[in-house]
């Protein structure tokens, strides 16, 4: 009998022993299961996020095909900064021929410069305005552009995306301070975003005018496109955002002189000054395309020398204000 029930007892703990297993090896399955389905998830989440990067990216480099070129020669063709990356050269990236999109470049920069620029030739003896602006700060650069501007005793215009940073705060609050005009470029400079609908500009619009107002105490009332006002990128009708800018009593700049500091050339500064200066002979009245953004020490290293340049010309270096001439690719007024 002993023996029975010690074999009986050896047996269910022997049993025990499976069931123990069994439920160990479910477990453990189990839990690598949900492990291995967490890595997957956040691998694609990861993937998912990194591919909505790219499409944003690459909507954004498409300006590069069809914008206007930034001055009236195809080597300074406009191609808008992008947000952080800024690399414009989409073309090679998808193997694109490049000459038909210089030539478009060319072509329509002609119409444009041709209807921006109205009534707006040099004239001998009379001083020339000359508005240096730049966009897509603040970062860095801008601050190393302000020291520049304020040992040169010169004003300027900032055209500004939205940042939430405590040093982009007070960079706004500076270009205030120190005299320059504070104008609006989108608070995202996602074309993708901007571009999308008529709701979705002016949802941007106003939450970068609500908030530079809220950290600057000033209203900004002037504002650039990202791409300009003819670019053609823009899924609505760019009238229809001109026709809410006015309503909105919002001013618009384009520009009619540029550094080239955007486009897929990488300019020294010699040049840059020089692509400014060879434009800025020909008109009364000039609003100059430059760039602050983070990856712009180029244009940094060029306002020097160029405001030097420009100063002994004689010309009148100003901050856009309301008396500042209207330079627009497609003018305001031809909108109802």
Do not use: C
Not at 39 to 49: C, E, N
Not at 95 to 113: H, K, L, M, P, R
Request: aromatic share 6%.
């Amino acid at each position: 009998m002993e023996d029975k029930a010690t074999g009986g007892l050896r047996e269910q703990r022997l049993r025990r022993r499976r069931i123990n297993r069994i439920k160990s090896t479910i477990v453990m399955t189990l839990a690598l299961w949900v492990l291995m389905s967490m890595i997957l998830i956040v691998t694609l989440l990861v993937k998912l996020f990194s591919l909505e990067s790219k499409v944003d990216k690459i909507a954004e480099s498409m300006i590069s095909a069809e914008q206007i070129a930034e001055s009236g020669d195809t080597k300074s063709a406009s191609v808008p900064e992008k947000e952080q990356t800024q690399d414009s050269t989409l073309p090679q990236e998808n193997g694109a021929d490049t000459t038909d999109v210089q030539s478009t470049e060319a072509n329509t920069d002609a119409q444009i410069q041709a209807q921006a620029n109205t009534g707006n030739k040099k004239v001998e003896g009379q001083t020339q305005k000359v508005y240096l602006t730049f966009d897509d700060g603040p970062s860095e650069n801008t601050a190393k552009i302000l020291d520049i501007l304020k040992e040169k005793n010169v004003k300027a215009t900032f055209f500004v995306i939205g940042k939430e940073d405590e040093e982009s705060k007070a960079l706004y609050q500076r270009i205030i301070a120190e005299g320059h005009t504070l104008g609006m470029h989108s608070f995202t400079h996602k074309y993708s975003v901007i571009y999308d609908s008529l709701d979705a500009f002016e949802e941007d619009v106003n939450h970068l005018r609500s908030y530079l107002a809220e950290i600057t105490g000033v209203e900004p009332n002037i504002m650039r496109f990202p791409g300009g006002s003819s670019n053609q990128v823009s899924n609505i009708d760019m009238t229809e955002f001109i026709r809410y800018l006015n309503q909105e009593g919002i001013t618009y700049y384009d520009w009619n002189v540029a550094s080239g500091d955007a486009t897929s050339q990488a300019y020294t500064a010699d040049e840059l000054v020089q692509n400014v200066i060879t434009d800025v002979e020909k008109y009364d009245t000039s609003i100059v395309l430059m760039h602050d953004a983070a990856t712009k020490g180029t244009t940094v290293d060029a306002l020097g020398p160029m405001i030097d340049q420009l100063q002994a010309m004689g010309v009148e270096l100003l901050p856009i204000d309301e008396n500042t001439k209207l330079i627009q690719h497609i003018p305001a007024d031809s909108v109802k």
